[in-house]
């Protein structure tokens, strides 16, 4: 199995300020087809979860463009440029690339 | 609009069945494949199981194999999962997703399940 591993855990980030999130996987996501399937989502306390991005890179529709993925390989990040004070929740990693479908532990990010 | 609707879920005693059932509506539900993924209280997201359009192909994971059976009935827009052998270890809210672009772009808000004697 692909186990994914998020860092921090937690995050306490001032409003307005910058946040990164890192994901690193056991190993390679890259598919078959030439696409790594890694994707972002966002959960809100009492929600399910949501998603911000899909193939690494790619914002989902609605989702605001403070938010953006990178990475390649191994070693993905999801960056926001300014956190706003709805950016309060828990964020996970996760890849579909091969079953099981594996989460990153989750990074819990708090508004100072 | 589209949207996901769980159902089904309840308190059991270890050993029980139960079966959980996804409404869905406002999207063609028939080509899309679509996930079960459950949350313990307080930890982390984990996937259960994966079926594809027409119900050929299935995925679980190892911790439900061979006590979980994930299912559809296309022509009710309807998911559903199958939970016999119930053990405490389960106890989870059970969401249903619907992939998007190999990624969960819907989900339902939830059906929590408890397996306690």
């Known amino acids: 199995d692909i186990v994914m591993t998020q860092t921090p855990l937690s995050s306490p980030v001032t409003l307005g300020q910058p946040a990164s999130i890192s994901c690193r996987s056991s190993q390679s996501l890259v598919y078959s087809d030439g696409n790594i399937y890694l994707s972002w989502l966002q959960q809100r306390p009492g929600q399910p979860p949501r998603l911000l991005i899909y193939?690494?890179?790619n914002r989902f529709p609605g989702v605001p463009d403070r938010f953006s993925g990178s990475g390649a390989g191994t070693d993905f990040t999801l960056k926001i440029s300014r956190v706003e004070a709805e950016d309060a929740g828990v964020y996970y990693c996760?890849?579909?690339?091969?079953?099981?479908?594996?989460f990153g532990q989750g990074t819990k990010l708090e508004i100072k | 609009e589209a949207q996901l609707v769980e159902s089904g879920g309840g308190f059991v005693q270890p050993g029980g069945s139960l079966r959980l059932s996804c409404a869905a509506s406002?999207?063609?539900?028939?080509?899309?494949?679509m996930t079960w993924i459950r949350q313990a209280p307080g930890r982390g997201l984990e996937w259960v199981a994966t079926i594809k359009e027409h119900g050929s192909d299935k995925w679980y994971a190892d911790s439900v194999k061979g006590r979980f059976t994930i299912s559809r009935d296309n022509a009710k827009t309807s998911l559903y999962l199958q939970m016999d052998s119930l053990r405490v270890e389960d106890t989870a809210v059970y969401f249903c997703a619907r992939h998007w672009v190999s990624a969960f772009d819907l989900w339902g808000q939830g059906t929590l399940v408890t397996v306690s004697s």
């Open positions: 996760m890849q579909t690339t091969q079953f099981p479908n594996t």
């Open positions: 406002g999207f063609t539900f028939s080509t899309s494949w």
């Open positions: 193939r690494v890179s």
